[in-house]
């Protein structure tokens, strides 16, 4: 993933299709060898089960079966672009629901640890206009249910809740959030 991005609304791809409902955007990213590849944006439609007026927002390719492949390793040409046009679509949506929250999915510790640190580098970008908030483990325990607690599992080590994300900031690798809430600043 790339080392360093910078979220520009006014830098963003051109969305090809959006929903009436903004719940689904496509944009076609280039890749660094020059392809052009169709990313989705896609808002569930569904509140999470375990977390109020929380919608699941995901995106990447589309695979084989016709659903977002988030965990598709892509090298883009441009990683800021991708991210202020995913981003942007988030923006879209939330002011138009203002009393949503938005999640994304850290879906392995490295990816977690990007998108964190992506929130640090553009905080002051970001917090013009979302609130932002971090889970610890929620996801790993949500998505695998009790085999996630199989020994050696930690459950001191466990932090069910949002926390506020604010500037600066510094977490572990170890100590990762892996689910990340927005919603509109007001």
Not at 32 to 46: D, H, R
């Amino acid at each position: 993933m790339a080392a360093s991005l910078k979220i520009d609304f006014n830098n963003l791809y051109e969305i090809d299709n959006i929903s009436q409902d903004l719940k689904v955007s496509t944009f076609s990213t280039k890749l660094s060898n020059g392809q052009a590849l169709p990313l989705i944006v896609k808002i569930s439609n569904q509140a999470h089960a375990l977390l109020p007026n929380v919608y699941n927002l995901a995106f990447g390719p589309q695979n084989a079966k016709g659903k977002i492949d988030d965990k598709a390793e892509l090298t883009h040409a441009d990683y800021s672009k991708v991210f202020s046009t995913i981003l942007f679509s988030a923006l879209a949506y939330l002011k138009n629901n203002p009393d949503h929250y938005l999640g994304i999915d850290g879906s392995d510790n490295a990816r977690a640890y990007f998108y964190y640190r992506a929130l640090q580098r553009n905080f002051a970008y970001l917090n013009q206009h979302f609130r932002m908030f971090g889970v610890k483990y929620f996801v790993r325990i949500t998505r695998f249910g009790k085999t996630q607690y199989d020994n050696p599992f930690d459950f001191e080590d466990i932090m069910p809740y949002p926390f506020r994300i604010d500037k600066g900031a510094l977490i572990s690798q170890d100590h990762m959030y892996n689910y990340f809430i927005f919603n509109l600043k007001q």
